[in-house]
């Protein structure tokens, strides 16, 4: 390089070069320079550069010219040069001080840092200065030459002019090798010699080192001594506690404080307590002692203290003591990251109250939020607010793939699904997207019906960017779009440790809501292999229950660890599905069951128990508890307890609860007659009896009760049996009394129902009912005087057509016509004309002679009913007293046309059917017909009468004395 290129390259400020020149030292130039010198002087700068290079060239190697030319390079703006020419001169005179110093300021001015240390450390040697020392140590610093360094504060320290600065430096540097308590030592000697410079900052520091060399007692007792009597505590103190928290001992800070946490403490100093305690692991401590400060004290601390109790607040996780200390702040003096914090916890504790409080605070400290404001609104029930936000916020979401999953939530509760599946689209092609956020995104997917669309996207980002969360939030959608196959396939390819637990879980529950359940019951199968958990059996367990391998499931409970915790209800079910299999679990299943029988306390759990245990044939354990239920609720337990003793063979004991039972007071009827049955099928008819004796002791006379009675009974009961009946109809009435009547006579104690009759009639409670059962009666114990005389007696009395008919009846049975003729009569004057009543009147005027009447009365009945066989041929024997024959001929043949008709063959039918063919003179039929009935029956005296009365007729005398005589 030329010289003139070394001038135009190399040139320093005006100022600075003013600076060199003057600070060049005039001594070191011999007499025989002072042309050049003059000339520089006089500004011709160039010209004397140009004489003392040359004589440099030519040689010249002296001091005084080096000393000339290094001036005139600097003034020339050549200071390379000049710092290269002084370097030559130091060279040959290595103390010359103003060498150096010219020297030091070319390389201070030009940050030549190398070059200068080394002038310093030359001029430090000619003549040491503490400024000069201490500015050596700072370049050796910022030149990382830490033992140069160290070695210069060592010094420096002991130097008179030292200054606590100088101390603080070396003790830090001190620590920084390694050596904390040498840095303690430099700060004590600091104390010792500087002590109004020992501030709170240096003691925090000496307290730092002490914990940095492991003497935390040394520490806090240093704290504590240098506290002792300040009146700046609550400036000082926290700075102390500070530092030791830093250090990683909050517990000591705690301790260094809390004697000064007195009722009238400095709200700063409680808060510096309060700081401590939340960095030793206990900001609920911190919490509560900054909650008892008294608001008008709490004032002093400023809003600084009234923050930091709303960060404890929100460190803790209490939503309403975070509340209260936002509130204490005031909602316009909290930190806008304070109030998101708060908005965010109680979002996630999903307290409306306090989002309501919240709403104090304005929505300004939600603007950089978008996505948190859309979520609050939507808490808060406000669609419209949210859907605002949300809109915002979606440009605000971009390149911020977890926020965006965050504002995929809310659309996915807005119902907007293809705004939250483009949301979760766009965050998974996001290269910032952490892999964490994968399950939540498949979850979005699902829940937002879009399961299909998540399925694409993450598969695309499993192919391009493979990971196990990928290939995990693809399976979780693929599942829930309803292509489970796939998701079975890449399980059964994956290596039994390449998966996790948590992902299998997601896998069976995902399955289950998705129909799933192979892939289910595969997931679990698996996740119990390689995890194994208690609750991964438990888990495994129900789902071979539900795909009905109960052995299996069973087999699985058996396996889990002991302690675990297994539902009763569903290991009483896999016991039962198992016992059903084939399992020989009977004995323990009975266990189970007599257990919760004993414990049960309703009906229905009782029943259940009941049920099972007949299933498991527990019949003999079943009995004990059978019995006492059966006695408190024999309707609801009786059978169930039978059932119990009849399998287990204890007949007698079953016998002898029915007998107990069925006398019992107050039993349901039913039930009791079903207890009767049972004793008859027991062969105890006499218990049975009783039974049926007081059901039907209030039940009516056709009652199934008293007919069930009467047939144990039987057709002739005993005299105390037949007064038992009686006792039942001496106090009935109507026709019941008639009816226990009827029975009293069929039984074979008619006298007693006509002593009934007679009793009745005696109190004048006599019906047609019991007339009738009466007669009944009367006509069993054949005594037609009776008879007659009880119509005769009741006749004046009787007012009503049936009462009437009864006595016309039982008249006609005794055979007195005159009474039937004045019954029938009184009949139709109470009730008027029937066919049957003129019948009968027509009848009896016949046997009185009356023909007239009798064939008046008989054609009426006939016009009514088309008559019978039997009033045809009256009317034919009416008619033949009468000249002509033609009119009785016809009333015969009508009356054998009615005969044939109606299809009576009776014996008497047949003798009619004799003699009307007789009267129709068909004799050779009519003969024909006596024959056979003659042969059935020889001995019939009316039948040979009527027969020898139509062979008197033909002449036949003979053959009808014979006849009669029976021959």
């Known amino acids: 390089m030329t010289y003139r290129s070394a001038v135009r390259n190399t040139r320093l400020p005006v100022f600075a070069l003013g600076l060199v020149a003057v600070a060049l030292s ?239 403490a400095d709200p700063r100093l409680i808060a510096a307590i309060a700081q401590a305690e939340s960095d030793a692991g206990d900001p609920a401590a911190g919490l509560s002692r900054l909650e008892q400060l008294d608001p008008a004290k709490d004032a002093r601390g400023g809003v600084p203290v009234a923050i930091l109790r709303l960060r404890l607040g929100l460190a803790v996780g209490n939503v309403d003591r975070a509340m209260a200390a936002a509130e204490r702040v005031g909602w316009l003096d909290v930190p806008d990251d304070g109030l998101q914090q708060l908005s965010t916890m109680v979002l996630a504790a999903g307290r409306m109250d306090a989002l309501q409080r919240l709403a104090a605070a304005g929505e300004n400290y939600l603007v950089s939020v978008p996505v948190l404001a859309a979520r609050i609104r939507l808490a808060l029930g406000d669609a419209d607010g949210a859907r605002r936000w949300s809109d915002r916020a979606t440009s605000t979401v971009v390149g911020q793939p977890n926020v965006a999953v965050q504002l995929a939530e809310v659309e996915v509760q807005l119902g907007r699904s293809d705004r939250a599946a483009a949301l979760l689209v766009d965050a998974v092609q996001e290269p910032d997207l952490p892999p964490t956020a994968l399950p939540a995104i498949a979850g979005l997917f699902i829940r937002a019906g879009r399961a299909d669309k998540g399925a694409i996207a993450l598969d695309r980002l499993r192919r391009s960017r ?13 599942i829930a779009a309803g292509r489970a196959k796939e998701v079975t396939a890449w399980l059964s390819a994956r290596g039994r440790e390449e998966l996790p637990a948590d992902l299998l879980q997601n896998v069976i529950h995902v399955a289950l809501d998705a129909g799933a359940r192979g892939l289910a019951l595969q997931a679990a199968e698996r996740l119990t292999s390689i995890r194994g958990s208690a609750d991964d059996g438990l888990l495994l367990a ?133 207890l009767a049955f049972k004793l008859l099928e027991a062969g105890d008819k006499r218990a049975a009896e009783r039974a049926f004796r007081v059901l039907a002791a209030t039940s009516p006379s056709d009652s199934p009760d008293v007919r069930q009675l009467l047939f144990l009974w039987g057709p002739r009961p005993t005299a105390e049996q037949l007064d038992w009946i009686e006792g039942r109809a001496r106090v009935a009435s109507g026709a019941e009394q008639g009816a226990w009547m009827r029975i009293l006579a069929d039984r074979g104690a008619p006298a007693r129902s006509a002593a009934v009759y007679r009793a009745a009639t005696t109190r004048g409670g006599a019906s047609e009912s019991t007339l009738g059962a009466y007669l009944a009666a009367l006509q069993a114990q ?25 006595l016309a009846d039982l008249a006609a049975r005794t055979g007195d016509t005159e009474m039937e003729r004045q019954a029938l009569e009184r009949l139709v004057a109470t009730a008027g004309w029937d066919r049957d009543t003129q019948r009968r009147l027509g009848i009896l005027a016949y046997l009185r002679r009356d023909m007239d009447v009798a064939e008046r009365l008989l054609l009426a009945a006939i016009a009514q009913t088309g008559g019978d066989y039997d009033t045809q041929m009256i009317l034919g024997d009416i008619a033949g007293r009468r000249p002509g024959a033609a009119a009785a001929r016809s009333h015969y043949a009508e009356a054998l046309r009615l005969l044939e008709s109606s299809g009576d063959r009776s014996f008497r039918g047949r003798i009619v059917r004799a003699n009307l063919l007789h009267r129709l003179g068909r004799d050779t039929e009519a003969t024909r017909l006596y024959e056979v009935l003659l042969a059935e029956r020889p001995s019939d005296r009316n039948l040979r009468a009527d027969y020898a009365a139509m062979l008197i007729e033909q002449g036949s005398l003979r053959h009808a004395s014979d006849l009669l005589a029976g021959r």
């Not at 493979?466 to 693929?478: E, F, K, Q």
């Open 26 to 264: 005039l001594a070191l130039v011999p007499r025989g320079r002072e042309l050049a010198l003059l000339r520089m002087e006089a500004g011709d700068t160039q010209r004397a550069a140009a004489l003392l290079e040359a004589k440099f060239v030519g040689g010249d190697r002296s001091p005084a010219t080096i000393a000339a030319l290094a001036r005139a390079r600097v003034s020339i703006g050549d200071v390379v040069g000049a710092m290269q020419l002084l370097e030559t001169l130091i060279a040959q005179r290595p103390r010359d001080a103003g060498a150096l110093n010219t020297l030091e300021q070319l390389q201070r001015a030009s940050g030549r840092t190398e070059g200068l240390i080394r002038t310093l450390e030359m001029l430090q040697t000619v003549a040491p200065r503490t400024d000069r020392l201490r500015d050596l140590a700072g370049l050796y610093a910022r030149n990382s030459r830490r033992p140069e360094q160290l070695a210069a504060l060592r010094n420096l320290v002991q130097q008179v002019g030292s200054e606590p600065d100088d101390f603080v430096t070396l003790a830090r540097l001190e620590a920084s090798i390694g050596r904390p308590l040498a840095g303690v030592a430099v700060l004590r000697d600091m104390e010792a010699r500087h002590p109004e410079a020992v501030d709170a900052s240096v003691i925090a520091l000496e307290l730092g080192m002490l914990l940095v060399a492991k003497e935390p007692e040394q520490a806090l007792a240093r704290g504590r001594l240098w506290l002792v009597g300040r009146s700046d505590l609550a400036q000082s103190a926290p700075i102390l506690a500070g530092e030791i928290s830093v250090g990683g001992r909050p517990d000591l800070a705690v301790a260094l404080l809390k004697q000064y946490a007195g009722a009238d």
């Open 542 to 674: 129900r789902l071979l229950f539900d795909n009905g391998q109960l052995r299996r499931a069973l087999e699985c409970l058996r396996a889990l660890p002991a302690g675990t915790s297994v539902p009763d209800d569903f290991r009483a079910a896999v016991l039962l599905g198992a016992w059903r299999q084939g399992a020989p679990v009977a004995d323990e299943l009975r266990a189970i069951w007599l257990r919760r029988l004993e414990s049960a306390t309703n009906t229905a759990d009782q029943a259940a128990s009941i049920s099972l245990l007949f299933e498991l044939r527990a019949h003999a354990e079943l009995i004990p508890v059978l019995h006492i239920l059966a006695r408190q609720a024999p309707e609801r337990w009786l059978w169930a307890y039978s059932e119990a003793a009849v399998a287990a063979r204890r007949q007698a004991d079953l016998t002898a609860l029915w007998m107990e039972l069925v006398s019992r007071p107050g039993l349901p009827a039913e039930l009791r007659r079903q």
């Open 782 to 806: 054949d005594d037609r005087t009776a008879m007659v005389a009880a119509v005769r007696e009741e006749l004046p009395r009787a007012t009503t057509a049936g009462h009437l008919r009864q």
């Open 466 to 478: 493979a990971s196990l969360a990928a290939d995990s939030a693809w399976a979780l959608a693929t």
